[in-house]
């Protein structure tokens, strides 16, 4: 996989994030996850569980039921507190990487277990999409694709690895995604194996 296949818009940094600055963000991460709780994503109607679990910090939070479907909420789904803050370092990341005049007002944190995955999706929940999308990741590497705008436009393949950065702007806001799986071991930032990935978004205008 080379950088310049990816789709337009899409920027890697790989290695981005030093070892100490991951250790610290999984300290922030853990605290997070100690006030706002990982709680079970479920697909809208069927209510079919996903593999990854959840939390959220911001203002507002990324949640799914199966009766209210997708939606972007201030208040934990379970707790109905609002979600905790979001660490000062990965504002600062956003300053420098997102090229965009406000701040993030979202940050969904995904936590894979070494067998959790995520079907191919695009972002749409947002009502801002000229806002790009910050992800980072933290632990097991895993195996990323990403397509183009239609659900059936060819998709490529790459690894994703501890301390990566990924900026989705222009076309790659909107592009088809997904993690097809985890490379159980392959990183010794967590306790155990898994993965954490975080995307910071802006949501409103
Ligand atoms: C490409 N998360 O939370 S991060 C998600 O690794 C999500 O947990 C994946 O897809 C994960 O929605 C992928 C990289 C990423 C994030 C947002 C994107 C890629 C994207 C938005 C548009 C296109
Ligand atoms: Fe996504």
Redesign the pocket.
């Known amino acids: 996989m080379q950088v310049e296949d990816l ?1 337009y818009g ?1 920027k890697w940094v790989p290695q981005c994030l030093d070892r100490l600055e991951q250790e610290a963000l999984v300290d922030q991460i853990r605290q997070i996850a100690a006030e706002a709780p990982l709680f079970v994503p479920r697909m809208p109607k069927t209510g079919k569980p996903m593999s ?1 679990r959840m939390t959220n910090c911001g203002p507002l939070g ?1 949640v799914t039921t199966k009766e209210e479907g997708y939606r972007y909420q201030s208040k934990h789904p379970e707790t109905g507190r609002p979600w905790p803050d979001i660490p000062q370092k990965l504002l600062e990341l956003w300053s420098e990487y997102a090229d965009y005049p406000l701040p993030p007002q979202a940050c ?1 944190v ?1 936590f ?1 277990e070494a067998s959790a995955k ?1 079907g191919l ?3 749409k929940d947002e009502e801002n999409f000229e806002a790009p ?1 910050l ?1 980072i ?1 933290l632990g097991d590497t ?1 195996l ?1 694709r ?1 397509g183009g705008k239609n659900r059936k436009d060819p998709t490529r393949s790459f690894k ?1 690895t501890s301390g990566d950065v ?1 900026l ?1 702007t222009n076309d ?8 097809d799986r985890i490379y159980p071991g392959t990183s010794s930032l967590l306790k155990r194996a898994g ?1 954490i ?1 975080l ?1 910071l ?1 802006r949501v409103l205008q």
Request: proline share 3%; aromatic share 12%; hydrophobic share 45%.
């Open positions: 789709p899409a990854v990324w969904l995904n894979y995520m999706h695009q972002d999308v992800s990741s895993c990323f990403i994703l990924m989705l790659s806001r909107l592009a088809y995604h997904g993690v993965r990935n995307t978004r």
